[in-house]
């Protein structure tokens, strides 16, 4: 037997005997909101990271009982009052045809499931992949009525409301000067996916395990952990390995492109590259927004990404020390275009989400009825979201607005952390329920 295999495979026995001595059995669908566990691999090529930005703002609270999530229809009058919300153009969407390309996208995806699989099984709601793929077919049929006649909406889709309450968050493309070449300027190197990082999908040996995935290396013939933050960025251990795909003026920079997931490289001549997600340590992400609370440096009610990184800058002696504190680390690839979301299409700035495809499975049309950040005194306005990205930190009922680029998308990811109204739109007439 391959020796890296046979180490997986003690590894994976050792895991079962766990479970068999817990007494767990299969795992069967839960209504419970999903709030984390082992990392979860999918089985679409993904783009996730670790795009938490609620975390960067964490709130420092008692973990508590999570609360049954459901999926509740919304009757004719319920969506009459949520249309009359409805502003697209605040979201930089001139017609709804504007919205034709990124539906396709999510269409063109769609199609490559199968009709019949399950997108949502639950007590409230049960459709299939088929029934998703028909609701973005009506979409975009409907598009030259919409400017018009937005009341089709109301017409022609049932809604399901996400309940509880949905939180929602924003991420955002960073642009980051960069140099092809190290220099006393540009110290700080961004990795590629290393060379002895190895993953095994546990799928493959055990029913129960499906979906997880264990990420390790190699040592002296044992399984080990992957390295983590300290080890990359503190003890330069992939320093001999030339994965380098270039190199960055400002730690904290390179440390928030990793949240993010995707940003833009900025090189001296001018020249501007994407850099896209590639992979991970498979380290836990802890938030360093959390921490600054728990260590009392900041106070919840300061707490953002801007606030996080004006602390860093005055206090240049710890910020090696905090950024360790979160051992995950991310990987990336050099590109000309992007960014790319779950689903392997590029994103629609303020229309693209990530999602937790277990609530909200890619390919899902959304209106989400919430407030900006710097719009205090307007009211919260209904907006069109499609699930196209999604993230390991994004569980349940939390939602990540893709902003885009520049200083204002940054301000937006930066402060946003909302409570939401969601409704998931499945087309009428197409619905298989329960």
């Given at each position: 037997?391959?020796?890296?295999?046979?180490f997986?495979?003690?590894?994976?026995?050792?895991?079962?005997?766990v479970?068999?001595?817990s007494?767990?059995?299969k795992?069967r669908p839960s209504?419970?909101?999903?709030?984390?566990?082992?990392?979860e691999?999918?089985?679409?090529?993904t783009?996730e990271?670790?795009?938490?930005?609620?975390?960067?703002?964490g709130?420092?609270?008692?973990?508590?009982?999570?609360?049954?999530?459901?999926?509740?229809?919304?009757?004719a009058?319920?969506?009459?009052?949520?249309?009359?919300?409805?502003a697209i153009k605040?979201?930089k969407?001139?017609?709804?045809?504007?919205?034709?390309?990124?539906?396709?996208?999510?269409?063109?995806?769609?199609?490559?499931?199968?009709?019949?699989a399950?997108?949502?099984?639950?007590?409230?709601l049960?459709?299939?992949?088929?029934?998703?793929?028909?609701?973005?077919?009506k979409?975009?049929?409907?598009?030259p009525?919409?400017?018009?006649?937005?009341?089709?909406?109301k017409?022609?889709?049932?809604?399901?409301q996400?309940?509880?309450?949905?939180l929602?968050?924003?991420?955002y493309?960073?642009?980051?000067?960069?140099?092809?070449?190290?220099?006393?300027?540009?110290?700080?190197?961004?990795?590629?996916?290393?060379?002895?990082?190895?993953?095994a999908?546990?799928?493959?040996?055990?029913y129960?395990?499906?979906?997880?995935?264990?990420?390790?290396?190699i040592?002296?013939?044992?399984?080990?952990?992957?390295?983590?933050?300290?080890?990359?960025?503190?003890?330069?251990?992939l320093g001999?390995?030339?994965?380098e795909i270039?190199?960055?003026?400002d730690?904290?920079?390179?440390?928030?492109?990793q949240?993010?997931?995707?940003?833009?490289?900025?090189?001296?001549?001018?020249?501007?590259?994407?850099v896209?997600?590639?992979?991970?340590?498979?380290?836990?992400?802890?938030s360093?927004?959390?921490?600054?609370?728990e260590?009392?440096?900041?106070?919840?009610?300061e707490?953002?990404m801007?606030?996080?990184r004006?602390?860093l800058?005055?206090h240049?002696?710890?910020?090696?020390?905090l950024l360790?504190?979160?051992?995950?680390?991310?990987?990336?690839?050099?590109?000309?275009d992007g960014p790319?979301?779950?689903?392997?299409?590029?994103?629609?700035?303020?229309?693209?989400?990530?999602?937790d495809?277990?609530?909200v499975?890619?390919?899902?049309?959304?209106?989400?009825?919430?407030?900006?950040?710097?719009?205090?005194?307007?009211?919260?306005?209904?907006l069109?979201?499609l699930?196209?990205d999604?993230?390991?930190?994004?569980?349940?009922d939390?939602?990540d607005l893709?902003c885009?680029?520049?200083?204002?998308?940054?301000?937006?990811?930066?402060?946003?952390?909302?409570?939401a109204?969601?409704?998931?739109?499945v087309?009428?007439?197409?619905?298989?329920?329960k």
């Open positions: 037997m391959n020796r890296r295999l046979f997986v495979l003690i590894i994976i026995g050792w895991m079962m005997m479970m068999a001595c007494g767990c059995s795992p209504r419970q909101v999903p709030v984390g566990g082992v990392e691999v999918g089985r679409e090529t783009q990271s670790e795009k938490d930005v609620s975390s960067l703002e709130d420092a609270v008692p973990e508590e009982k999570e609360p049954l999530a459901r999926y509740v229809s919304l009757t009058e319920e969506k009459q009052r949520m249309l009359t919300r409805l605040r979201q969407i001139g017609s709804w045809e504007d919205l034709r390309p990124a539906l396709s996208r999510s269409l063109a995806y769609l199609r490559t499931k199968p009709r019949q399950l997108a949502i099984e639950d007590d409230d049960t459709c299939t992949f088929g029934d998703l793929c028909d609701t973005v077919e979409l975009i049929a409907l598009l009525e919409l400017d018009e006649h937005p009341e089709y909406l017409d022609s889709f049932e809604w399901y996400l309940e509880p309450s949905t929602m968050t924003g991420y493309e960073p642009r980051i000067h960069a140099s092809p070449a190290p220099c006393p300027e540009y110290p700080f190197p961004v990795y590629g996916v290393p060379k002895d990082l190895k993953i999908d546990l799928g493959d040996f055990h129960r395990w499906a979906g997880h995935k264990l990420v390790y290396r040592e002296d013939g044992q399984i080990r952990p992957y390295h983590d933050r300290e080890a990359i960025d503190s003890s330069g251990v001999d390995q030339g994965i270039a190199w960055v003026r730690l904290v920079d390179l440390f928030f492109l949240i993010q997931g995707s940003g833009r490289l900025v090189f001296p001549d001018g020249s501007v590259r994407h896209l997600y590639a992979g991970k340590n498979g380290h836990k992400y802890v360093l927004g959390r921490v600054l609370i260590k009392g440096y900041m106070h919840s009610e707490m953002s801007q606030g996080i004006r602390f800058k005055n240049p002696g710890m910020v090696e020390t360790n504190t979160n051992p995950s680390y991310v990987f990336f690839r050099l590109a000309d790319y979301g779950a689903m392997g299409a590029t994103l629609t700035p303020l229309v693209s989400v990530a999602s495809p277990r609530r499975p890619l390919g899902s049309v959304l209106l989400q009825q919430v407030g900006l950040p710097g719009d205090r005194h307007v009211p919260e306005m209904l069109v979201g699930a196209q999604r993230g390991g930190a994004i569980k349940g939390h939602l893709f885009g680029a520049g200083e204002m998308a940054a301000f937006l990811a930066g402060h946003m952390k909302e409570k109204r969601v409704c998931i739109l087309s009428s007439g197409e619905l298989a329920r």
